[in-house]
């Protein structure tokens, strides 16, 4: 495990903002190493150079104790998987989720019930941690819908995503999950608040934590309203939070394939005219691995906290092919070394250019 001292300066910063090796907290964007052309050279990682999908698996097996990975073709939108590695393993994802938030959304706003340009003022009471720039601004402050999720994905505002989820309805987002194609909705009921998500991880006894996850659904909501909610944030004090922390039970969970279907489905979504804005939402973030003269367009959102790193694409190829690449990393005891999975990630893409 890291040195205390050293997991203690992961949370102070740049602003409260974790910042490590290149990610912002439950935001990653990963770091690489190699060609991204050709991805067949890879420094530091077990088993290199891995130049197979076998090559690959060995490598990436060995990157955490809990793994998951899938690289699928979108085709009438599902996923038909190219590679899959414990590709039905749920694991935690981190701030991954926000794209069963994204596709409700859109999903409201092709049903009339929301807009993209419908206004929402900033509350108090809604503002999170950092990752994002969204907790500094004054309350009242008016953003379009369209805002906030363009920040919920390209910077992972985790304020944004709040509003969001007030907005849209929490139970409304947890009742859509299985059309989204998640298999085991109660993982994610209640779905957690990013700013409730925080507060277990900061400010709530292992005691208090245990008798939320002991409570049934009804009595999980009543303490969420009345004791979680209520506690006070500081955007810049990560308190005694420096190594993984219930990463099994205080989180959001899917595997590999869930993750692909959902974003799948949002790419159907985005074809249809009023749903556009999809297209551009999700690329406002690239991930940095997948290399534009292969891969033209690539959508990203990932996640990461202490013990957990999800990296996710959505991707067009030169051909016009579109693929899903989602890799999920956990870890309960140790940080996930996020250099190593970043620079697996320009093996993938490399062997994924490759496929026919």
Same mark, same amino acid.
């Given at each position: 495990?890291?040195?205390?001292?050293?997991?203690?300066?992961?949370?102070?910063?740049t602003?409260g903002?974790?910042?490590?090796a290149g990610?912002?907290? &439950?935001g /990653?964007?990963?770091?690489?190493?190699?060609?991204?052309?050709?991805?067949?050279?890879?420094?530091? #990682?077990?088993?290199?150079?891995?130049?197979?999908?076998?090559?690959?698996?060995?490598?990436y097996?060995q990157?955490?104790? $809990?793994?998951?990975?899938?690289? !699928?073709? *979108?085709?009438?939108?599902?996923?038909?998987?190219?590679?899959?590695?414990?590709?039905?393993? $749920?694991?935690?994802?981190?701030?991954?989720?926000?794209?069963? *938030?994204?596709?409700?959304?859109?999903?409201?706003?092709?049903?009339? @019930?929301?807009a =993209?340009?419908?206004?929402?003022?900033?509350?108090?009471?809604?503002?999170?941690?950092?990752?994002?720039?969204?907790?500094?601004?004054?309350?009242? +402050?008016?953003?379009?819908?369209?805002?906030?999720?363009?920040?919920?994905?390209?910077?992972s505002?985790?304020?944004a995503?709040?509003?969001?989820?007030?907005?849209?309805g929490?139970?409304?987002?947890? /009742?859509?999950?299985?059309?989204?194609?998640?298999?085991?909705?109660?993982?994610?009921?209640?779905?957690?608040? +990013? $700013?409730e998500?925080?507060?277990?991880?900061?400010?709530?006894?292992?005691?208090?934590?245990?008798?939320?996850?002991d409570?049934?659904?009804?009595?999980?909501?009543?303490?969420?309203?009345e004791?979680?909610?209520?506690?006070?944030?500081?955007?810049?004090? =990560?308190?005694?939070w420096?190594a993984?922390?219930?990463? @099994?039970?205080?989180?959001?969970?899917?595997? !590999?394939?869930?993750?692909?279907q959902? %974003?799948?489905?949002?790419?159907?979504?985005?074809q249809?005219?009023?749903?556009?804005?999809l297209?551009?939402?999700?690329?406002?973030?690239?991930?940095? *691995?997948?290399?534009?003269?292969? =891969?033209?367009?690539?959508?990203?959102?990932g996640?990461?906290?202490?013990? %957990?790193?999800?990296?996710? =694409?959505?991707? $067009?190829?030169?051909?016009?092919?579109?693929? %899903? %690449?989602?890799?999920?990393?956990?870890?309960?005891?140790?940080? #996930?070394?996020?250099?190593?999975?970043?620079?697996? &990630? #320009?093996? /993938?893409?490399?062997?994924?250019?490759?496929?026919?």
């Amino acid at each position: 495990m890291h040195l205390a001292a050293a997991a203690h300066r992961r949370f102070s910063l740049t602003a409260g903002l974790l910042l490590f090796a290149g990610v912002s907290l &439950m935001g /990653a964007a990963p770091v690489v190493a190699g060609d991204p052309q050709t991805g067949h050279v890879i420094t530091g #990682v077990p088993g290199t150079p891995a130049t197979a999908w076998a090559g690959f698996d060995l490598a990436y097996s060995q990157a955490a104790p $809990r793994t998951n990975f899938l690289a !699928a073709e *979108v085709i009438d939108g599902g996923c038909q998987p190219v590679h899959a590695l414990h590709a039905g393993q $749920r694991l935690a994802l981190a701030s991954t989720f926000k794209l069963y *938030v994204l596709a409700e959304l859109a999903r409201q706003i092709a049903s009339g @019930d929301a807009a =993209w340009d419908e206004t929402l003022p900033i509350q108090e009471d809604l503002k999170s941690m950092p990752s994002g720039g969204m907790p500094y601004a004054p309350a009242g +402050t008016r953003y379009t819908l369209r805002a906030f999720a363009e920040r919920m994905i390209a910077d992972s505002d985790n304020t944004a995503t709040d509003h969001l989820i007030a907005r849209l309805g929490r139970e409304r987002i947890e /009742a859509a999950l299985p059309a989204l194609g998640h298999g085991a909705p109660e993982l994610n009921t209640p779905l957690l608040m +990013t $700013r409730e998500f925080f507060a277990f991880k900061i400010a709530v006894s292992p005691e208090r934590t245990d008798t939320y996850l002991d409570a049934s659904d009804t009595e999980q909501r009543r303490i969420l309203a009345e004791e979680i909610d209520p506690i006070q944030l500081d955007p810049s004090g =990560w308190g005694s939070w420096v190594a993984p922390k219930r990463i @099994d039970a205080v989180e959001w969970f899917a595997s !590999a394939e869930e993750i692909c279907q959902v %974003v799948a489905t949002l790419a159907t979504l985005a074809q249809q005219p009023e749903l556009a804005p999809l297209t551009e939402i999700l690329a406002l973030n690239r991930g940095g *691995v997948f290399a534009a003269g292969t =891969w033209p367009y690539a959508g990203f959102k990932g996640g990461y906290e202490a013990g %957990v790193y999800n990296m996710t =694409w959505l991707l $067009r190829r030169a051909d016009g092919r579109q693929f %899903v %690449v989602t890799a999920g990393l956990n870890d309960p005891v140790n940080y #996930v070394d996020l250099t190593t999975a970043g620079a697996l &990630m #320009v093996t /993938a893409s490399s062997l994924l250019a490759a496929a026919p």
